[in-house]
């Protein structure tokens, strides 16, 4: 079985590589040998490697960004997964892509969580994107998986996890923090492993996966001070009160409601998973943030 994996190099995308190659061959362009925008060169490579499955972890991920750059995020973001969908449509593949809790305004009454079901009604323009890149998946190819996840972390890009253990273990005596901003950090080594399962099965749908429990940004904070052993103070702050270019969602908890349902959730405790994480890597990130500053120091 083959798969077009598009995002190789992104977040996601390095940790499917890494996953789904123990089991699938996965054949991964860079943007620039497929730009998922152009549909020639969509269809040039579906006629060429004639894979399976695609796989869509592409995307203009850049929240604040999207503001401004509105007419840019609807190319890659929308136009990109609909050739995407097309073009599996076309050549009988099944297509996964990957969408956000973005797609929710997150004003739901705290902790009660986003079903699959709930009324999208996203409030940024990157939310609006991702609702229009699921509608032009369902409208155009048959045998379609979506998975709408959040708070991610891994190895390979900057994210949440790892800007805390890097500002943490700085120079600064204390870093800020949301407080008031929830949702289940979540490990895309997990997501890829997750999406292998569901590779496994022939189920198709919109499905939320991330782990379980859940938690603020400044609880996710002091969990992984904690476990570093980092001396540091968090400083709590409130996400209203910061100006951002997009609208962040408050209540970012989603419940894997329909993998439950099919036996197929295998997302663990966000703090299982973070103990994994930090235990494999959290050394290696916090060195390498104290290489980095005595590097800028020095010049
Ligand atoms: N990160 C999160 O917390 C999160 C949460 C929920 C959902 N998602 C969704 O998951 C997907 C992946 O997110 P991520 O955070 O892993 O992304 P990322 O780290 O920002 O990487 C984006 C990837 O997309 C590729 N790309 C961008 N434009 C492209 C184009 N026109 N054609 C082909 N490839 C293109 C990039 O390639 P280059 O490196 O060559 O530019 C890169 O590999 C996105 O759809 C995002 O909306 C992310």
């Given amino acids: 079985m083959k798969i077009l994996l598009l995002g190789g190099s992104g977040l996601i995308g390095s940790d499917c590589k890494e996953v789904l190659s123990q089991e699938y061959e996965v054949i991964s362009p860079s943007s620039k040998e497929l730009d998922i925008v152009s549909w020639d060169m969509v269809i040039e490579n579906l006629q060429k490697i004639k894979p399976n499955i695609i796989i869509?972890?592409?995307?203009?991920?850049?929240?604040?960004?999207?503001?401004?750059?509105?007419?840019?995020?609807?190319?890659?973001?929308?136009?990109?997964?609909?050739?995407?969908?097309?073009?599996?449509?076309?050549?009988?593949?099944?297509?996964?892509?990957?969408?956000?809790?973005?797609?929710?305004?997150?004003?739901?009454?705290?902790?009660?969580?986003?079903?699959?079901?709930?009324?999208?009604?996203?409030?940024?323009?990157?939310?609006?994107?991702?609702?229009?890149?699921?509608?032009?998946?369902?409208?155009?190819?048959?045998?379609?998986?979506?998975?709408?996840?959040?708070?991610?972390?891994?190895?390979?890009?900057?994210?949440?996890?790892?800007?805390?253990?890097?500002?943490?273990s700085g120079k600064a005596k204390s870093i800020k923090v949301f407080e008031d901003q929830f949702g289940s950090p979540t490990w895309t080594y997990r997501l890829a492993l997750q999406i292998l399962e569901l590779l496994h099965s022939d189920i198709r749908g919109t499905f939320h996966a991330t782990s379980e429990g859940s938690c603020s940004r400044l609880e996710c904070a002091e969990y992984i001070i904690k476990q570093l052993k980092i001396k540091t103070t968090l400083k709590p702050v409130?996400?209203?009160?910061?100006?951002?270019?997009?609208?962040?969602?408050?209540?970012?908890?989603?419940?894997?409601?329909?993998?439950?349902?099919?036996?197929?959730?295998?997302?663990?405790?966000?703090?299982?998973?973070?103990?994994?994480?930090?235990?494999?890597?959290?050394?290696?990130?916090?060195?390498?943030?104290?290489?980095?500053?005595?590097?800028?120091?020095?010049?």
């Avoid at 009160?241 to 966000?270: D, Q, T, Y």
């Fill in 56 to 168: 869509n972890c592409a995307g203009f991920t850049d929240v604040d960004a999207c503001e401004k750059e509105e007419y840019l995020v609807k190319k890659v973001n929308v136009e990109g997964p609909r050739n995407l969908a097309q073009g599996a449509a076309r050549f009988n593949c099944r297509m996964v892509h990957i969408s956000t809790d973005y797609v929710f305004s997150g004003q739901k009454t705290l902790p009660r969580p986003y079903f699959e079901d709930d009324p999208i009604d996203p409030i940024s323009a990157y939310g609006r994107s991702k609702v229009e890149s699921e509608v032009a998946i369902k409208e155009n190819s048959p045998n379609y998986i979506i998975m709408r996840t959040g708070w991610l972390y891994g190895k390979n890009r900057d994210n949440f996890i790892n800007s805390i253990i890097k500002g943490a």
């Fill in 238 to 299: 409130s996400v209203k009160s910061h100006h951002f270019a997009a609208k962040r969602p408050v209540n970012c908890i989603l419940e894997n409601r329909l993998l439950k349902k099919a036996g197929l959730n295998i997302m663990p405790e966000w703090k299982d998973d973070l103990d994994l994480y930090l235990n494999q890597y959290g050394k290696d990130i916090i060195k390498e943030s104290k290489a980095k500053s005595a590097k800028i120091k020095k010049h």
